[in-house]
């Protein structure tokens, strides 16, 4: 049951908080900025993990691969990716998931639901998070920039992909010819080749 219901598109919301931050998205409020570059962001918690991004706080170290993660949830779940934990499986495929929001996201394209949609290019996502990173690409601005050479990048992840080099950071090495990769899906990429 979803009895609380968006005036302006329909869309139903077991909660009323998740109508308030739905109906925020849609009028374009955004009520937390970031002191250091200014983005804005509906809820205070995502602009303090934002800011987390600026000062390179990450007080949260993987024991299995070093990797560091600025909230412990953020370390607990990406622990299960070392153990191939996968408790959430979806009844529609059988794909199985090591967290619950990823099983959701998941169904939402069996439903062939995309309700978010980029205002610039009206493509369409099943995922906010998506979008937003979507959203980034049609802007010049480069708001995260590295501290140790001043290069700047439009997302975050690609910073952190970037100060990994600095750092000699290199974790994913390809068991056939030796050759190291900052990111697992780069190794992947390369594992093609052989």
């Not at 800011?51 to 993987?62: A, K, Q, S, V």
């Not at 980034?136 to 910073?159: A, D, Q």
Request: proline content about 4%; some cysteine; charged content about 25%.
């Amino acid at each position: 049951e979803k009895p609380h219901k968006c005036l302006e598109c329909g869309k139903g919301f077991r909660w009323i908080s998740h109508l308030i931050r739905h109906q925020r998205i849609n009028i374009g409020e955004w009520h937390y900025g970031c002191l250091e570059c200014g983005k804005s962001f509906i809820e205070r918690s995502s602009v303090m993990h934002h800011e987390m991004f600026h000062t390179g706080e990450w007080p949260y170290e993987c024991g299995e691969c070093a990797k560091n993660f600025s909230w412990s949830s953020c370390l607990t779940q990406h622990q299960k990716t070392h153990t191939r934990e996968r408790p959430y499986k979806c009844l529609e495929c059988g794909k199985s998931f090591s967290q619950s929001f990823c099983l959701i996201r998941h169904q939402v394209i069996h439903m062939g639901e995309q309700p978010y949609s980029c205002r610039k290019c009206w493509k369409n996502f099943s995922d906010r998070s998506n979008l937003i990173s979507h959203q980034c690409l049609h802007s010049e601005e480069k708001p995260y920039k590295c501290g140790e050479c001043g290069k700047p990048f439009k997302l975050s992840s690609y910073l952190v992909r970037h100060q990994k080099i600095h750092i000699g950071e290199w974790p994913y090495k390809c068991p056939d010819c030796g050759k190291s990769f900052t990111e697992s899906s780069s190794l992947n990429c390369h594992q093609k080749v052989h």
